[in-house]
């Protein structure tokens, strides 16, 4: 699925928000379910029931090389677990594997020679972080580590580096990242310029992001013999030169990067260098607040979907199942949880009041649907109805019951929310998860919002052949796209 959007000028905002300056430059961006681009989105990973999720992320510059963020995102609230930086060098293939370590709590290990920063992730891998999950209810180590093991992953080129550019900085850290009989040096000494950025890289003589990255992902449990994939969602600038978006992996507040994010608008979190850049941070026109409140309304409503489908199938008797994957990797630019409020209270949902107000009627309504959960610590997102369809003609709307029961439109609580088709989940969703009430068998699905929901994701099936033969394997898994409308 491939769709245009015009971010919204700033200029045409300055009146009935009280912005004031002169105006940006428009930003137009492609929004592809496979392709390169600057930003790549990967919709859901898991480490949930002996699950691995494994990212391949393609330099597809044969000529410059990359320096990319990889940040992991909790399935409840899109609370960063895990970010840190890669340097790809000319058409270089990064990969990655998460799965939950002795703990429970996500883990990232990976083979690849590329640099990163830190250094240790390259050696040693890395371990998500619970510091941001301090939800009243999440009040153990075991709970905060459940939370790290479903989410979605946002990877982004944060600028160029080319092989001869004329700066001793910039050729220096080309010639650490560019690979060497198959390993890249990874000079420690070539990186220190980066931690003094504080403007994105452009004082440092950066060129920004060229769309030259892809990126694809699968999920395999190799206990089931059972393999899901597919391809990252790609956002492309199409209409003008991007910005360096470069800040320095570290913990601290320097950075005069932007996000539209509302828990810092509102200093409810703090900032730190590392939080940037993220999707909302501008990639056209001035480094603005305004620009990142444009920005994160611009791509919330690319992505914008009134009706979500797909098909489905189950059968307790090949233990088959579906899980349908709703993840809303911008809905947290416009609305998050605030953990340090009460539950049960307006304070407990914190507005982007600009990013709302720069959406117009058609797209996402987040003031008149999106709730607060006071049990599970998340926002939630309610269907206006579901319409299942078997093979044969046959269709029911919001589900089968048994009477008096009331069939109900589908909740979505969560970023990542994942709603199953049969008795258990074939990716063993468990953070943000639901079924979808349904006596057919097999067949399609349509799930609707009246004001439409900012949703990427597909469809999993798994399935067991019990009269496969001695020595073959019978279990299977299926992936299909979501198609949208």
């Given at each position: 699925?491939?769709?245009?959007?015009?971010?919204?000028?700033?200029?045409?905002m300055v009146?009935?928000?009280?912005?004031?300056?002169?105006?940006?430059?428009?930003?137009?961006?492609?929004?592809?379910?496979?392709?390169?681009?600057a930003v790549q989105i990967v919709p859901y990973f898991t480490a949930q029931d002996g699950n691995a999720t494994v990212l391949h992320v393609v330099n597809t510059d044969t000529t410059n090389a990359k320096a990319v963020k990889v940040r992991f995102r909790g399935a409840s609230n899109s609370d960063d677990l895990l970010d840190f930086q890669v340097f790809l060098s000319p058409f270089d293939v990064w990969t990655g594997v998460v799965t939950a370590n002795a703990n429970g709590r996500l883990q990232l290990t990976t083979a690849d020679n590329?640099?990163?920063?830190?250094?240790?992730?390259?050696?040693?891998?890395?371990?998500?972080?619970?510091?941001?999950?301090s939800m009243r209810?999440?009040?153990?180590?075991?709970?905060?580590?459940?939370?790290?093991?479903?989410?979605?992953?946002?990877?982004?080129?944060?600028?160029?580096?080319?092989?001869?550019?004329?700066?001793?900085?910039?050729d220096a850290l080309f010639k650490a990242v560019k690979h060497v009989n198959g390993k890249a040096p990874c000079t420690a000494t070539a990186f220190n310029f980066l931690d003094a950025i504080t403007d994105g890289g452009v004082a440092a003589g950066l060129p920004g992001p060229t769309n030259s990255l892809t990126a694809s992902w699968y999920i395999m449990n190799v206990g089931k013999s059972t393999t899901f994939s597919g391809s990252a969602t790609a956002l492309?600038?199409?209409?003008?030169?991007?910005?360096?978006?470069?800040?320095?992996?570290?913990?601290?507040?320097?950075?005069n990067l932007f996000s539209a994010d509302p828990l810092f608008k509102n200093n409810l979190l703090?900032?730190?260098?590392?939080?940037?850049?993220?999707?909302?941070?501008?990639?056209?026109?001035?480094?603005?607040?305004?620009?990142?409140?444009?920005?994160?309304?611009a791509l919330t409503d690319a992505i914008n979907r009134t009706s979500v489908?797909?098909?489905?199938?189950?059968?307790?008797?090949?233990?088959?199942?579906?899980?349908?994957?709703?993840?809303?990797?911008?809905?947290?630019?416009?609305?998050?949880?605030?953990?340090?409020?009460?539950?049960?209270?307006?304070?407990?949902?914190?507005?982007?009041a600009a990013a709302q107000a720069a959406l117009t009627a058609s797209k996402f309504k987040t003031r008149a649907n999106v709730t607060a959960d006071a049990a599970t610590g998340q926002l939630c997102v309610s269907a206006d109805n579901q319409i299942i369809y078997d093979r044969e003609e046959g269709s029911v709307r919001n589900g089968h019951v048994v009477s008096p029961g009331i069939a109900k439109p589908l909740r979505l609580c969560g970023e990542v929310s994942v709603a199953t088709f049969g008795a258990k989940s074939p990716v063993g969703a468990a953070v943000a998860h639901s079924f979808m009430d349904t006596d057919y068998g097999s067949g399609w699905a349509a799930v609707n919002f009246g004001a439409g929901v900012p949703a990427l994701g597909a469809a999993f099936t798994a399935a067991s052949n019990p009269n496969a033969s001695a020595g073959m394997v019978g279990n299977y898994g299926i992936t299909w796209p979501h198609f949208y409308k």
């Open positions: 699925m491939k769709k245009n959007v015009l971010a919204l000028s700033i200029a045409t009146g009935g928000l009280g912005f004031s300056g002169a105006a940006m430059a428009q930003a137009a961006f492609d929004v592809n379910e496979s392709g390169t681009g590329s640099c990163t920063l830190p250094a240790e992730v390259r050696t040693q891998g890395a371990t998500a972080q619970p510091d941001r999950l209810l999440w009040n153990t180590t075991e709970l905060k580590n459940a939370q790290t093991r479903e989410g979605y992953v946002e990877i982004l080129e944060m600028a160029t580096i080319r092989p001869s550019a004329g700066n001793a900085n910039e492309t600038v199409t209409n003008a030169p991007t910005n360096p978006v470069y800040a320095p992996q570290m913990a601290e507040q320097k950075s703090t900032k730190q260098d590392f939080d940037v850049p993220d999707l909302s941070t501008p990639l056209v026109g001035a480094s603005t607040q305004a620009n990142a409140d444009t920005q994160a309304a489908s797909n098909q489905f199938y189950h059968d307790a008797s090949l233990n088959a199942a579906t899980d349908w994957v709703f993840s809303m990797p911008t809905r947290r630019y416009i609305v998050a949880a605030n953990y340090n409020a009460a539950p049960n209270t307006a304070g407990y949902i914190s507005w982007n």
